[in-house]
């Protein structure tokens, strides 16, 4: 089993900054990708950053400029960096992975979320 652990998440203002950390744990394998995807209340679930397979970063245009992905494999975590923070911003943010593990071949893993608010 692969389990998530997400931290970094709370109460800022408009135009601040926070930054959501990501853990990875349990018997993987290998790990393909991480990255980050959030819902608002009464919305879908949208992506926020995830890694292309040429290496890049995929952004919603909305945190284009704002927000970074970024990862450290020896630690098995992911990290986004938030800055110029909005109202809109506020939302429920997950974090996945998808990784092989000594149980299971390669599938999606999903955390609990972090509840990021932003106040006007």
């Known amino acids: 089993q692969v389990q998530l652990a997400e931290s970094g998440g709370g109460l800022v203002q408009a135009g601040g900054s926070l930054r959501l950390s990501c853990t990875a744990s349990?018997?993987?394998?290998?790990?393909?990708?991480m990255g980050w995807y959030r819902q608002a209340p009464g919305k879908q679930r949208e992506l926020v950053a995830i890694?292309?397979?040429?290496?890049?970063?995929m952004y919603a245009d909305s945190v284009k400029g704002r927000f970074t992905l970024s990862r450290d494999n020896a630690k098995n975590t992911v990290y986004l960096q938030m800055t110029s923070l909005k109202p809109d911003d506020t939302a429920v943010y997950y974090c996945?992975?998808?990784?092989?593990?000594?149980?299971?071949?390669?599938?999606?893993?999903w955390g609990q979320g972090t509840q990021v608010t932003v106040s006007s």
């Open positions: 890694p292309t397979s040429s290496g890049d970063t």
């Open positions: 349990g018997s993987i394998f290998s790990i393909n990708a």
């Open positions: 996945y992975v998808h990784a092989s593990s000594a149980y299971a071949p390669a599938r999606t893993y």
